[in-house]
């Protein structure tokens, strides 16, 4: 124990940040511990050198107090060009002197810090990766040499030859540290004197509480005894105390108004966690079994995932510091390793290898699934790799040090929702440490599976956005009428008493809401708004919640592949397929396909005689695909379907069925509460959807790519009226008035809600009259110039003064004004004519001529993130439809149905620029057009030629290859034409002036022979409209050539 103590006070007893413990932390914990002083750059090594010999001695006796036959003088010797370094060389001699004097042992040591003398230069490049250093420069913390590996017994004998006492010492001191670790049973707070009782009070109490309100899924005898034999299982196996303190701290969240997720994972099929509110799902209604979550015949300890608002969170784990102490209470570490593409990277960079060059090399290294492959094996499979290798010395010298840093740990954080509760002080249990520096809760130094071995139970506190969002909306809602009533006035459903404005009360089978379903409107639809799931639920049209449960369980690789016949037998287009009578009625809800793990566990019961207990032993065994577990079972099962009536051969296909499916099925308990809180987010949509798309927004109000796309589904798909940023209108968040969502002025960029909260409290009740009354009433420094203005190109201030680039310039004199108002009214100076600062004489703005139309929507571009209230594509519409070139969202329509040749247009956002593994350049183009933003690959070729026209701003049409890769749809662009020569070389077009005020009349027309058969038509001269002088624009109709 002292020795855990002692590590956790390096970690904790510091505020200065640095690592490591006192002299009175040692003499504190010293019991059952041996201790050796450590070598030439140790306290007394460090006095001794600096001629504090009297202050060694005494620091030494302290410790030899402390230690009493437990203290070691310690010698090391580290000989580099045939002599020891300085500092072991001038305290070699005083620190045997002082052993002998005040008669300790000698023990001899070498400071180890890599396994052999080939990994030095490795580990000064893992310090350098750590320092942010290069390996050719000097640095004091690396003063190792390849003498600092782990010696072998010949290696320290010839070291200390001299000194063969302090040799056989080491022996000595390993004889002495014979220690082992015992395995502990879970240890958790006690949280009644009798917990047995209080489990089975609070579950009855909860069951009829719950069975008051609900329908019932069978008979009220039916959900006692299930209630009584989970109880007598939970009992058993000893873990009252965990439902209970799980109980306890949801039950907090919920009355102090934090949203909990319905369940996650196994958990759910407990009826008893549903009495008390652990979940929210009634196991009976969806037919979840109890012991595919604890499992009699396995014992294990029990967990609950717990799915929190992602904004109050680390409210509930604060409340659990409180209740049960903060030294009880912690993290679990986890520990990041060096894989080999990232180990390429690191070395590349402290050898000073240009970025382009290491990049090519980690790129080369191919993936397995999600992680890379080792260096050896890519070494191994990859000819480029050992070229690359061959012609380069520095090439050679980076993959081999990766080679030998691959898989060493990088760094140590924390798990994402983790959390351990003990009855003790953690530091009684586990070693822990808190990030230097930080005031961080602190963490085990053992990771999750060495802190279950030393008794700790971990508590998963996860945060749900999607929870986040269903609160911002049903928030939004209840504001104005209750939740089962639409905008309308329609009443959507008939609560029970008291779950008037419950989500979870809402019912299962809404008309509209599946209607949302079968469309694929489910864009910010938890789970199921991706294209791929959208396909899905089109196929599919789903009518009930078992639809949507089984599509959260079959979307997965592998599964997947059953989606189109589930959905065929639902429609009546294919049979179902029997498996065997006795076990058809199972798979009724799946359609005949084994979709769920608890499906292959009331199989084996049913057609074996399997208890559920054996079955989830069963299903275990199939899914790890243990030959030895499997050869015992095959059997066994085939056994107990024969004495059911079902012959040999078919109990072993149904056998080897289950085996496949057991590797791909899917926990039902998880899949159902995922697809009720998907079922949530749909209702909401279909029956609230300016309240929803509100709420939704206000969780990604600096994520502009989500913002684009969900007012693209706000203006084209629902048709929901909005107001643009208005600092009279606006609240920093999304807000809904009357039908109409007002766009937040915190979604802005570079604007924080926080500052935007200044502008709707200096508002109050009263609209701001001018800019002077805004700089009066808020005070304009506090906020800073750069949201400011951001506000001002984004049309904020509108209201006040509709020249937007008078505002822009205007700004620094307003800040001005506005710390001049504040600075009286903080120095309680009364005005003669009125509230403080009415007497300052008011700053002139500039007078500058507004940005023109296009100027507009490009600094609202830059303030806003994509196009709000125009588009710069809007009047070439008509000609690009002409022309047959297709927006964004026509293009990922068209694609579903195979790979298309395209003509697309937009506006340049972005372009990166990169080189490819055989150098060549190619580019990443961000457009915009008037359904979205896309991305489109060019290559060299295509680059080449185009790169002039891909600067930001730039508008273009370009020939584009779009095909499907998974459920993305990538674009590869070929010939890109500058936007304007595109439509000007169409037949028939009209000049339309882009700033009226400033054109002159058109010129006079010229007759010339236009179309197939050469007839004359009045067409304007293009190189007589387009001049500096008079800005004009092309459409595609003109006098003549129809609409």
Not at 35 to 45: E, H, Q, V
Not at 107 to 119: E, G, I, R, S
Not at 335 to 361: C, H, I, N
Not at 974 to 1003: F, H
Request: proline residues 7%.
């Amino acid at each position: 124990m002292n020795l855990m103590k002692l590590s956790s006070c390096a970690y904790l007893g510091n505020s200065n940040g640095i690592v490591q413990v006192s002299l009175a932390d040692l003499e504190r914990h010293a019991a059952g511990l041996i201790c050796l002083t450590g070598g030439a750059d140790g306290p007394l090594g460090r006095l001794i050198r600096a001629g504090q010999a009297a202050r060694a001695e005494s620091l030494l006796r302290r410790l030899a107090a402390a230690f009493p036959s437990r203290l070691y003088v310690e010698l090391q010797r580290h000989p580099v060009d045939g002599g020891l370094p300085e500092a072991e060389r001038l305290t070699e001699g005083p620190l045997i002197d002082l052993a002998y004097a005040l008669d300790l042992p000698l023990v001899a040591t070498n400071d180890a810090h890599f396994p052999d003398a080939a990994m030095h230069e490795a580990h000064d490049a893992l310090l350098c990766i750590a320092d942010g250093t290069y390996l050719d420069q000097a640095e004091p913390r690396r003063r190792l040499t390849p003498e600092h590996w782990f010696k072998g017994q010949a290696e320290m004998a010839a070291l200390f030859a001299d000194l063969p006492e302090a040799l056989e010492n080491t022996v000595e001191i390993a004889r002495r540290c014979a220690f082992r670790v015992p395995r502990r049973k879970p240890i958790l707070p006690r949280f009644a004197d009798n917990e047995v009782e209080e489990l089975r009070r609070q579950a009855r109490e909860g069951l009829a509480a719950r069975l008051a309100v609900i329908p019932h899924a069978a008979p009220v005898e039916e959900y006692e005894r299930r209630l009584a034999f989970e109880l007598s299982i939970i009992e058993q196996m000893g873990f009252p105390g965990y439902f209970l303190i799980v109980a306890d701290f949801i039950k907090w969240a919920k009355a102090h108004g934090i949203p909990v997720g319905p369940g996650r994972g196994s958990g759910a099929g407990s009826l008893v966690a549903y009495a008390l509110t652990i979940t929210d799902l009634d196991p009976l209604r969806y037919g979840l079994l109890f012991e595919r979550f604890l499992n009699p015949e396995r014992v294990s300890m029990p967990d609950f995932d717990i799915d929190f608002c992602m904004d109050r969170r680390e409210e509930v784990i604060a409340y659990v510091q409180e209740k049960y102490g903060r030294d009880r209470v912690g993290q679990i570490i986890t520990f990041g390793a060096l894989l080999s593409k990232a180990a390429v990277r690191d070395v590349g960079r402290v050898l000073q290898m240009p970025y382009g060059q290491v990049d090519r090399l980690a790129k080369m290294i191919p993936m397995e699934g999600v992680k890379p492959v080792s260096i050896t094996r890519a070494l191994a499979e990859e000819p480029r790799l050992r070229e690359a290798m061959r012609e380069e010395e520095v090439v050679r010298r980076c993959l081999e040090i990766a080679e030998k840093l691959e898989g060493l740990l990088r760094n140590a954080s924390t798990h994402a929702a983790g959390v351990v509760i003990a009855d003790r002080p953690l530091d009684e249990l586990v070693p822990v440490f808190r990030a230097p520096g930080t005031d961080d809760m602190p963490a085990t130094q053992f990771n999750m599976k060495w802190v279950e071995q030393a008794g700790l139970v971990k508590f998963d506190f996860l945060g749900l956005k999607t929870l986040t969002q269903i609160r911002n909306a049903v928030n939004l809602v209840t504001a104005t009428r209750p939740l089962h009533v639409a905008a309308d006035g329609t009443r959507l459903y008939d609560p029970a008493p008291g779950t008037e404005n419950d989500i979870g009360a809402i019912p299962l089978d809404d008309a509209r809401t599946f209607d949302l379903y079968a469309r694929a409107r489910t864009v910010a639809v938890f789970q199921v708004e991706s294209a791929g799931m959208m396909d899905a639920l089109k196929r599919m049209r789903p009518t009930c919640i078992e639809d949507i449960v089984a599509l959260v369980a079959l979307y997965r690789p592998g599964p997947m592949e059953n989606i189109p016949i589930y959905c065929e037998v639902k429609n009546g287009l294919r049979p179902r397929q029997s498996v065997h009578p006795l076990i058809d009625h199972i798979l009724e809800e799946t359609q005949g396909i084994i979709v769920y793990q608890e499906q292959v566990m009331e199989i084996a019961r049913v057609m074996a005689g399997y208890s559920l207990g054996g079955a989830d032993l069963l299903r275990r065994a199939m899914g790890k695909k243990i030959p030895e577990e499997m050869a015992r079972e095959r059997p066994k099962f085939i056994e107990g379907a024969v004495r059911n009536g079902v012959s040999k051969e078919k109990a072993g296909e149904v056998f080897d069925l289950l085996e496949k499916f057991a590797n791909y099925g899917f926990n039902k308990s998880h899949a159902a509460a995922y697809a009720v809180v998907s079922y949530q987010t749909a209702w909401l949509k279909a029956n609230h959807p300016v309240e929803f798309m509100a709420g939704v927004m206000n969780c990604d109000l600096h994520l502009t790519d989500k913002l684009a796309g969900y007012f693209q589904e706000l203006r084209k798909t629902l048709g929901i009226p909005w107001t643009p940023p208005c600092v009279n209108r606006s609240d920093a968040l999304f807000k809904v008035v009357n039908g109409t969502i007002a766009y937040a002025l915190g979604a802005l960029k570079n604007v924080g809600p926080e500052a935007m909260k200044l502008i709707e409290q200096g508002r109050g009740d009263r609209p701001f009259v001018t800019l002077f009354d805004f700089a009066r009433r808020v005070d304009l420094k506090r906020i800073g110039r750069r949201p400011l203005e951001m506000l001002a190109r984004a049309g904020a201030f509108d209201m006040l003064d509709s020249n937007r680039r008078r505002v822009c310039e205007g700004l620094e004199a307003l800040i001005a004004y506005s710390a001049a108002v504040h600075e009286q009214k903080g120095s309680s100076q009364v005005s003669l004519f009125g509230e403080a600062g009415d007497d300052l004489p008011e700053p002139r703005l500039p007078q500058v001529p507004d940005w023109d139309g296009p100027e507009r929507m490009a600094e609202e571009f830059k303030a806003v993130g994509f196009y709000l209230t125009g588009h710069p594509l809007d009047d070439y519409l008509p000609a690009l439809r002409r022309r047959g070139v297709h927006s964004h969202d026509e293009v990922v329509q068209l694609v579903q149905d195979g790979p298309r040749l395209v003509e697309m247009a937009g506006v340049v956002a972005a372009r990166q620029e990169r080189k490819s593994a055989r150098g060549n350049r190619f580019a990443f183009v961000t457009l915009s057009d008037p359904t979205g933003q896309f991305e489109v690959t060019l290559f060299s070729e295509a680059l080449e030629a185009a790169r002039p026209l891909l600067e930001p701003g730039s508008r273009v049409v370009m020939q584009v290859e779009a095909v499907m890769e998974g459920e993305a749809v990538r674009l590869t662009g070929r010939n890109v034409r500058a936007i304007d020569e595109a439509v000007a070389g169409m037949q028939g077009l009209r000049a339309l002036s882009a700033a009226r005020r400033r054109c002159r009349p058109l010129p006079p027309c010229s007759i010339r022979p236009v179309g197939r058969r050469g007839r004359q038509r009045a067409v304007p001269s293009p190189s007589a409209c387009f001049t500096p002088r008079c800005p004009v624009r092309w459409r595609s109709t003109c006098p003549g050539s129809g609409p």
